[in-house]
């Protein structure tokens, strides 16, 4: 009796890329899009040249303290910390840029991050309540000083520079509480990385004139601009999409006579080239 062979099963396909299908279609179906879009914020909000801000550190924690606050009630959370774990280095001069909704920094030296790590909990819960949901960034704060002091021995981030951008994004991320924002703006505003932090107001800006699919979630849409924009685009456009969300582009009244990109914008138009 012969025996049949048996059928080889069948091979699973690979799902396609959803972020290389959607910015193929984009450059198809919509060309030049990316670019008229910064072209449009940039007659407007100028274009934009960067510049660090402040020190790593300082930066992680001044994003911690922006997460669901205002920006000038984490700078006033800031500065408070200061005032209550006075560090010893050199003055920073914060220069948040055009993108920033608060008065930005007064010029100071950045807290003793070691005293902020060590501080009784209720203690620094009270020194940074201004921010805003200070029971729950006062833990997250002394968990990622301690997670960093504890993988390199001080709390120093200036190492993030050296690395591959992805490899950096990836070693932040793995801190309990931060996620690919806070890593971006991190690597974007302290070293000049390519990255593009999406925010809300970015979110929804880009979702409205159709520069990311409607579904994508804030996490997703980090990676879709990576696919979409140059380098040397990514400064510019977090700055001017967060400007233009804040001043025209609004969530609840966006101002469609004075926007820029409105020939552009499937908000406006949902036939919009």
Known sequence: MIRSKPRPKP???????RIKLWTGRLNRTRPRLVDDVLDGL??????????RRLDPTSELILTILTQNSADTNAENAFESLR?????????EVHKPGTGWGGRGLAPGRAPD???????????????IRTGGLAPQKGPRIQAALRRIRQERGDHSLEFLGDMPVLEAR????????????????LLLFC???????????????????????????????????????QPDQMYEAHVNLIRHGRVICQARRPDHEHCPVADRCRFVNPKAP
Do not use: C, N
Request: proline letters at 7%; glycine letters at 8%.
């Open 42 to 51: 940039a007659s407007i909000y100028g274009r934009q040249t960067w510049e």
């Open 83 to 91: 005032a209550a774990y006075p560090g010893e280095g050199e003055v």
């Open 170 to 185: 990836d070693w932040l991320t793995a801190i309990d509480g931060i996620g690919k924002k806070t890593a971006s703006i």
């Open 113 to 127: 991050w070691a005293k902020v790590e060590a501080a009784p909990l209720p203690e620094l819960v009270e020194a």
């Open 11 to 17: 091979r699973k396909r690979r799902r396609p890329d």
């Open 191 to 229: 070293f000049g990385a390519p990255l593009m932090p999406v925010d809300r107001h970015v979110e929804r800006v880009a979702k409205r004139i159709g520069l990311i699919p409607a579904k994508a979630t804030a996490d997703q849409a980090h990676d879709y601009f990576l696919a979409m924009l």
